[in-house]
């Protein structure tokens, strides 16, 4: 990984003292996306899902995830990722902005995480056969996070004004260039 990016809480988020967030994204040599989040702070303040077995799983953004938005300058479609800390997963297609269209993800996303006395370290790759096809990649890096009464906090690379909106085309600040460019830049 190179670039590690800080991911930022949302106004409206509960009381998040000493919870920092930061993401890295790199392409992969065949075209994969590899994406690590580490949350570090007092876990024991968090409701973190119990390991599971691997698989696609929806609503995950109801508790402690961590998001990827991923499309491309030219067009306002998109697909959303999201990785669990338990190991599951969820991929979506978007043809606007939180209209469904009828992308379906075949096969598995590697979604590993780690955790130490103060940080959870969640890793994924994003297989390239789920990826838009074409451009440079502008990518949304997220977090939800459930402390343990309940309540979500949000965090991402950038929020637009207003209530959280992780889906908003402007998050997607973070231009990863395709396989043959692995650089990340911003």
Do not use: K
Not at 35 to 47: D, K, N, T
Not at 98 to 125: I, K, N
Not at 150 to 172: F, N, T
């Amino acid at each position: 990984m190179h670039s590690r990016y800080v991911l930022q809480p949302h106004a409206a988020n509960p009381p998040t003292e000493g919870i920092q967030i930061d993401a890295a994204a790199a392409a992969l040599p065949g075209g994969d996306l590899r994406l690590e989040y580490r949350l570090r702070g007092p876990l024991e303040r968090l409701r973190l899902p119990p390991p599971a077995p691997p698989r696609a799983t929806d609503g995950l953004w109801r508790h402690t995830c961590f998001e990827a938005f991923v499309g491309t300058a030219d067009g306002a479609a998109y697909r959303e990722f999201n990785f669990s800390p338990s190991g599951c997963w969820a991929a979506y297609g978007f043809s606007d902005a939180r209209r469904r269209d009828a992308f379906a993800a075949s096969g598995d996303c590697p979604v590993a995480a780690r955790t130490g006395a103060d940080t959870l370290l969640v890793t994924a790759t994003i297989p390239a056969a789920w990826l838009p096809a074409w451009g440079e990649w502008q990518v949304g890096l997220s977090a939800v996070v459930e402390m343990t009464d309940g309540r979500l906090g949000y965090w991402a690379l950038h929020h637009p004004p207003g209530a959280p909106d992780l889906h908003a085309a402007d998050g997607r600040r973070l231009i990863v260039a395709r396989a043959s460019d692995p650089e990340v830049r911003q």
